[in-house]
């Protein structure tokens, strides 16, 4: 695919009217801003990768600069040219092919999906393509399930074809769709498929002629074919081992991640939403409109953006990413016509903070003034300190005591502090606690979040030593869903699990027959006779999958 197509000449007229973006006409920052944001990268040099910036004020590029190196071994430094690869922020560039269909007609994001996907499964309830674009579908994270087959990203490579398979043979939901919010990258793989095969082109076609070159996007493209030479790419790093080490994608998966960009490009399609997409307010409107599940909530996701408060009369509409080695930040602050764009190289760069501290600079905010922690009495600590757990996902945190404090360990980690009510806490910003009963030792607790989202846990001490036995456990368990294998075995005093010959880790007592081991917990069944029959597993955005017991 070309770097720089030729455009047709209607589109070249639009390119040229969005490039005030140029530096050409650009009024710079004051030194004393961009001495500023040079501070805030200062730690990026030339023995380390980091990250590209850029900033976009009232139409115009202010600031675009790369900190750091784009290539450690051939020694080439990060620049306003530089390619880098998007993680999730390409979930708008997805979510706009498909809200450009639906103004044309030609679908509704109220659509059944299986109207265009007949091979996804009827679970029983109607998932629509708001729904996959929204992370209300309830459909199964495609990384988390690949995980649990050993196949995770970064040991293999994985087609749209091998995650439609993967979807086809699931036979649950997380949840009913449009009932809760949960990041799931498989809804944005399946949209891109539907945009596939209403437009009659690949996906990747599609948003090249419709998106990239109208909007005069010469330099980004998707990287559905990892192997392609892409002139001026960034290599992506981790830090493991006292140095850096490469840690590049390797997949042809796209439209869920998979952008490649460059800051002028970026800045030129935050513009393009702030004036109204393809000369479409609509389109941007529909983009920005927050998902409202059936419970009545809204919650922050729009289509593929979060749109939240970001100081009085200014949203801030964002996405970040994560992909192998690259950490991305993408911004805009249309009331106070601002954008921000931070994509790095470096596994450890925290893009969205260095994102916020940037805009922070440009669009002040109040800052809010942290709590004291409070002290809590000792007897009052010790009737709430303990694990919990949510019985219907396993999601858990930890109450600790820490000298004359209570801290949550988990969500929102932070010292509590009492609101006054007994057995009711808040913690970070905005979060609430209520234990129950109040009083005395606690047996159960409702967590509320900032936003209205609601956990119901339960006190979950680990059994106590000597009640578990070990040789119960051990077997080989299939799962029908993924077609894999996941082998328990006694070594010494460890439970350990095997999920392919490379990977096993430890079982930790987490309740009665209940386990935790890396980012999930396995929870282990029984028939009416108490013989281990099959397990499930919850791997944080794929829930109870299943896995039945072998002989």
């Not at 390119?15 to 530096?23: D, I």
């Not at 020694?75 to 922020?89: A, C, M, T, W, Y």
Request: glycine share 10%; hydrophobic share 40%.
């Amino acid at each position: 695919m070309p770097l720089a197509p030729r455009l047709p000449l209607p589109a070249a007229v639009l390119a040229g009217a969005l490039l005030s973006a140029s530096p050409t006409h650009a009024q710079p920052l004051p030194d004393s801003t961009i001495r500023h944001i040079d501070a805030l990268f200062a730690r990026y040099d030339s023995t380390s990768p980091g990250c590209l910036v850029g900033v976009g004020r009232n139409g115009q590029v202010v600031h675009a600069r790369g900190y750091g190196m784009a290539n450690l071994e051939y020694g080439v430094p990060l620049s306003r040219q530089s390619i880098s690869e998007s993680g999730s922020v390409a979930k708008q560039f997805t979510a706009a092919a498909v809200a450009l269909l639906q103004l044309e007609g030609k679908l509704s994001l109220d659509d059944d999906i299986r109207t265009h996907l007949p091979e996804v499964p009827d679970f029983g309830a109607t998932i629509t393509i708001r729904h996959l674009l929204t992370m209300t579908s309830g459909v199964r994270d495609q990384w988390a399930l690949l995980g649990l087959m050993g196949r995770g990203p970064g040991s293999e490579v994985h087609t749209h074809a091998e995650i439609l398979d993967l979807v086809r043979r699931q036979r649950e939901l997380n949840f009913a769709p449009g009932s809760e919010y949960l990041y799931s990258n498989t809804g944005y793989v399946l949209a891109t498929m539907i945009v596939s095969r209403v437009s009659g082109m690949p996906f990747a076609q599609f948003t090249q002629e419709r998106l990239f070159t109208p909007l005069g996007m010469s330099r980004t493209q998707w990287r559905d074919d990892y192997r392609r030479v892409v002139p001026g790419r960034a290599t992506a790093y981790s830090y493991e081992r006292n140095g850096w080490v490469q840690d590049m994608p390797f997949t042809m998966v796209h439209g869920n991640g998979g952008l490649l960009s460059s800051l002028d490009d970026l800045l030129r399609w935050n513009e393009a939403l702030s004036g109204g997409l393809l000369g479409k307010p609509e389109l941007t409107r529909l983009l920005e409109t927050r998902m409202r599940l059936t419970d009545g909530r809204t919650i922050g996701y729009a289509l593929g953006l979060q749109v939240a408060p970001w100081t009085d009369g200014v949203r801030e509409v964002s996405h970040s990413g994560a992909t192998a080695g690259y950490r991305t930040f993408l911004a805009r602050y249309p009331e106070a016509r601002t954008s921000v764009a931070v994509w790095c190289n470096a596994a450890q760069a925290n893009a969205v903070q260095l994102g916020r501290q940037v805009a922070a600079i440009l669009v002040p905010r109040a800052t809010p003034v942290r709590a004291t922690p409070t002290p809590i009495a000792a007897a009052e600590r010790e009737q709430i300190a303990g694990p919990y757990r949510d019985p219907r996902t396993d999601e858990w945190l930890m109450i600790s005591s820490v000298g004359d404090y209570a801290r949550v360990i988990g969500p929102a980690a932070d010292s509590l502090r009492s609101d006054g009510a007994p057995g009711r806490y808040v913690a970070g910003p905005g979060m609430t606690l209520t234990f129950t009963p109040a009083g005395t030792r606690a047996t159960a607790l409702r967590l509320v979040s900032p936003d209205g989202d609601v956990t119901e846990m339960i006190a979950s001490p680990p059994p106590a030593a000597g009640t578990i036995s070990p040789g119960d456990y051990v077997g080989t368990f299939r799962s029908p869903e993924l077609e894999s294998r996941l082998v328990v075995r006694v070594d010494g005093s460890r439970l350990l699990v095997r999920i392919s010959p490379d990977e096993e880790t430890t079982l930790l007592p987490f309740y009665r027959d209940g386990f935790r081991f890396g980012g999930g917990t396995v929870r282990f069944e029984r028939d009416a006779a108490g013989r281990v029959t099959g397990l499930r597993v919850f791997a944080g955005r794929a829930r109870h999958v299943r896995f039945d017991r072998e002989g």
